[in-house]
């Protein structure tokens, strides 16, 4: 089926390790976005990305990483690992970032715990 | 700054109206979003208004935007137990960039 994929579900990783969340997405859309959603924050916006090869820092960018060599992949990578990383992930994409009816469709999240 | 404010929990019976409220600080956002969280899925979005206009009605959901206090409500008739759900407000903020703003969601509890 088309859609926006995220993998793994589940992640269980210790501090101090490299991790790296996957987002696939076959609509062929242009943007891309990384968020994290935490108790009484809401989603908070990681990096973007409008293009490929085209990203940039969102709010709360500090201890990501992010490409996007291939329009359908979005990777984010954690480089060492931090505790407060530990939230759910949660990739979207957009045909026109996400303005007016071209709305984000959003994965179903990857739950992160960094022990 | 761009800040969207929401209160965190709603509680309703089953039939009643639900009332979701939000206010956003960024007055220049052209649009405002109403995102539903279903449990272990990702947001899906329910509606949105453009910001010139000051209400939009789509079968049992109703927006209405108040752009002087910067308030934004989502009302839901006859709520149903399948409404369960975490309701986020968002708006574009300035420039086009892409990059909505979210509010902490509201979690709308139904009773049956």
């Known amino acids: 089926d088309a859609g926006i994929t995220q993998s793994p579900r589940y992640k269980i990783t210790e501090t101090g390790r490299q991790v790296t969340l996957m987002c696939h997405q076959t609509w062929s859309h242009s943007y891309m976005f990384w968020y994290r959603q935490d108790l009484g924050h809401g989603l908070r916006l990681i990096y973007y990305?409008?293009?490929?090869?085209?990203?940039d820092k969102g709010e709360v960018p500090d201890g990501y990483v992010v490409s996007r060599s291939k329009t359908e992949n979005f990777p984010l990578t954690l480089e060492s690992a931090t505790r407060s990383q530990t939230s759910v992930y949660f990739c979207?994409?957009?045909?026109?970032?996400?303005?007016?009816?071209?709305?984000?469709?959003f994965g179903n999240g990857t739950r992160l715990t960094v022990t | 700054g761009e800040d969207v404010e929401q209160s965190l929990f709603l509680s309703v019976r089953e039939g009643d109206s639900s009332v979701i409220n939000c206010t956003y600080t960024?007055?220049?956002?052209?649009?405002l979003y109403w995102y539903k969280q279903e449990p272990g899925a990702g947001l899906q979005l329910l509606t949105y208004i453009f910001s010139n206009m000051d209400m939009k009605q789509d079968q049992r959901l109703t927006v209405l935007l108040n752009k002087k206090d910067k308030h934004l409500s989502l009302r839901i008739a006859d709520t149903q137990t399948g409404d369960s759900a975490i309701y986020f407000c968002?708006?574009?903020?300035?420039?086009?960039?892409?990059?909505?703003?979210f509010g902490q969601g509201t979690t709308l509890q139904v009773k049956p």
């Open positions: 979207a994409s957009s045909e026109s970032g996400g303005w007016g009816n071209s709305p984000l469709h």
């Open positions: 990305s409008a293009a490929a090869d085209i990203t």
């Open positions: 960024d007055s220049s956002s052209t649009y």
């Open positions: 968002a708006e574009s903020g300035s420039g086009n960039t892409g990059k909505l703003i």
